[in-house]
């Protein structure tokens, strides 16, 4: 074996990738596994960029991956971060109704949370409400006890230093390019040069398709960039909001809805809404890459989408153009937040795998292949969910008979 071989690959140094290579560095310890990360450092895209909640797994379908890897993965992440001095606060949030048929979706979420088995959910009409967030508007609000807040970027930093402790190697700037394979080893073509692997495990995120194709695999997906936008809310008026004040969220949109999020650093922010990026890594308007966009637009998947839920799109495009606009949907939380309040924040962008007819795909979504396992759909709450997501990924790898 050259020094460039190793029994298991790893695409991608994100939140899911480092902790799949940091439990199975400690599973098959007589195994060579590396992460290649095309950045100079970890964390540096999704998992560096998000909201930092630790979801509880109330909005999901029961049954659902989702579901079930975020109710498991909030304990253990709590339980990690306490582990390792990471900071963390179980703090509870607020879903917050403002009308009457809003209101009438809580039940529909609060049955749904207690299908997913979480406890200590409840009700609460408005003098309720305001006795948690005493700044909050609306009619009636679900509590949400177990949901937590915690820095992504820490805890995949905390899983490399483990997964090297371990033996694992990361190889940063080392962007995978191409991969050929032989009878027993897959070459993967890197920035940094060669690396040969028995397995590969494609956890690239934004570009996990892509690397899919390059494998030789028709993923059926596509991978859409969807950016999320954050505003600040001024440090003198942080006393508006104690911790997590979210809308309820429309059920026919994967996403939360732009919300406020107590940073477990102490700032306050609100957001993330949802733009098409016109990069994949487009962080601002103004990143553009003429390829990738023309990809997504090309898309027949994209197309159809775009036929049916333009409405949406337009009006998270004006969201996100007139910051009126946004401050208005805020504002439905929490009144008294002004204009002059809210300042520009930071980005992140989210990997949203699209299928060929159109939908979203809602679920995780894993797919195995000869030497290759890709993971191609792991959006929120996979930040909260990435210790049990890695023992899935152990779960397909030892499957597969790699160890
Ligand atoms: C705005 C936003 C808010 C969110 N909020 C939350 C939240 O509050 N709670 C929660 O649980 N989840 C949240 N999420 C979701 C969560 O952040 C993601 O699900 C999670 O980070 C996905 O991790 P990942 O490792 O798959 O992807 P990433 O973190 O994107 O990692 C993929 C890595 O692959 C690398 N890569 C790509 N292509 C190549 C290549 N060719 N060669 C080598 N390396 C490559 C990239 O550089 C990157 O480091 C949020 C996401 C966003 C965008």
């Not at 979504?365 to 997501?389: D, G, K, M, Q, Y």
Request: proline share 5%; net charge neutral.
């Amino acid at each position: 074996m050259n020094s460039s071989t190793y029994d298991i690959a790893v695409i991608g140094g994100g939140v899911v990738g480092l902790s799949f290579a940091m439990q199975a560095a400690e599973q098959f310890p007589s195994l060579r596994v590396v992460i290649l990360e095309k950045e100079a450092g970890v964390a540096r895209h999704q998992t560096g960029h998000n909201s930092g909640v630790i979801h509880s797994g109330v909005y999901y379908k029961p049954g659902s991956l989702k579901a079930r890897l975020c109710v498991q993965g909030a304990r253990e992440m709590v339980e990690f971060c306490a582990l390792h001095g990471i900071p963390h606060e179980v703090c509870g949030k607020l879903i917050v109704a403002t009308t009457a048929d809003e209101a009438a979706w809580l039940d529909d979420l609060l049955a749904r949370g207690q299908a997913n088995g979480l406890v200590g959910l409840r009700l609460l009409e408005p003098v309720e409400m305001r006795e948690i967030e005493p700044h909050v508007g609306g009619v009636r609000a679900l509590l949400v006890p177990s949901t937590g807040i915690t820095d992504y970027a820490m805890v995949t930093a905390k899983y490399a230093e483990i997964a090297a402790g371990r033996g694992a190697e990361l190889k940063t700037d080392a962007a995978v390019v191409g991969f050929r394979s032989s009878a027993s080893e897959v070459v993967i073509q890197t920035r940094a040069g060669d690396f040969s692997a028995r397995y590969v495990v494609n956890c690239a995120g934004l570009y996990s398709d892509r690397v899919a194709q390059m494998a030789g695999c028709d993923p059926e997906l596509m991978i859409v960039p969807l950016r999320g936008e954050y505003y600040d809310l001024a440090p003198a008026r942080a006393d508006l909001v104690r911790w997590l004040i979210y809308p309820v969220p429309d059920p026919q949109y994967p996403f939360l809805g732009v919300h406020f999020t107590r940073r477990i650093h102490g700032n306050v922010d609100a957001g993330p809404n949802a733009v098409l990026a016109f990069r994949r890594e487009g962080y601002r308007w103004t990143d553009f890459d003429l390829g990738e966009a023309m990809e997504v637009f090309r898309y027949p998947g994209f197309q159809k989408f775009a036929r049916t839920q333009w409405k949406n799109g337009v009006r998270e495009i004006r969201r996100s153009l007139v910051k009126r606009e946004f401050v208005r949907s805020l504002q439905r939380l929490v009144p008294e937040v002004r204009y002059a309040d809210m300042t520009p924040g930071g980005s992140g962008v989210r990997a949203q795998a699209m299928g060929a007819d159109g939908s979203l795909v809602d679920d995780f979504r894993f797919v195995p292949r000869e030497r290759f396992l890709h993971v191609l759909n792991v959006p929120s709450p996979a930040a909260t969910a990435s210790l049990p997501i890695g023992r899935e990924i152990l779960g397909m790898v030892r499957a597969a008979g790699v160890a």
